[in-house]
T-cell receptor
């Protein structure tokens, strides 16, 4: 089976840097995705790591270590609009199905 | 066009009603999905269509009936729902599976 663990809540201040960790246990591994969801909104794709290392997209970066079954999402120069839930997810075999973590609720304060 | 659209945005229905949710994408994606999401929970997969054929049914009760009329459209037919079926219903499309594009969702309330 597949399972992902991420912290339930993270709090940070504007301008700071925050890291949201995700550890996974999967029977087969094809990569790690991250999604953002604002309250009342739909999930939005942020990043996908298939290989080890850091991928940077603007203020957001995502890291993967396949040997440690671990990844993280790094948010820099936090803004109030970054307050949202963040989900890590892994595709199941065949890439037809995404398994989501329970989500991390990020609260950014002034 | 990189958008997935869903109608209606909100739906209130009684337990004896029949209604349908609609989803459309024009990105040429091979796969389309229905998810159910409860408050403060992750999206929960219901159905996957790949190349217009149902490829995954996550043991969803028969009161939910999906339909894929063509490669751009996905419907979810609802009949005899229960109050516990009240949730946000999300449609998504994808070419790769790992990057999914979600529609805004339909907020369903069953009375």
């Amino acid at each position: 089976g597949q399972s992902l663990e991420q912290p339930s809540e993270v709090t940070a201040v504007e301008g700071a840097i925050v890291q949201i960790n995700c550890t996974y246990q999967t029977s087969g591994f094809y990569g790690l995705s991250w999604y953002q969801q604002h309250d009342g909104g739909a999930p939005t794709f942020l990043s996908y790591n298939a290989l080890d290392g850091l991928e940077e997209t603007g203020r957001f970066s995502s890291f993967l270590s396949r040997s440690d079954s671990y990844g993280y999402l790094l948010l820099q120069e936090l803004q109030m609009k970054d307050s949202a839930s963040y989900f890590c997810a892994v595709p199941d075999r065949g890439y037809n199905k995404l398994i989501f973590g329970a989500g991390t609720r990020l609260a950014v304060h002034p | 066009d990189t958008e997935v659209t869903q109608t209606p945005k909100h739906l209130v229905m009684g337990m004896t009603n029949k209604k349908s949710l609609k989803c459309e994408q024009h990105m040429g994606h091979r796969a389309m999905y229905w998810y159910k999401q409860k408050a403060k929970k992750p999206p929960e997969l219901m159905f996957v269509y790949s190349y217009e054929k149902l490829s995954i049914n996550e043991s969803v009760p028969s009161r939910f009936s999906p339909e894929c009329p063509n490669s751009s459209l996905l419907n979810l037919h609802l009949h005899a729902l229960q109050p516990e079926d009240s949730a946000l219903y999300l449609c998504a499309s994808s070419q790769t599976g790992s990057e999914q594009f979600f529609g805004p969702g339909t907020r369903l309330t069953v009375l």
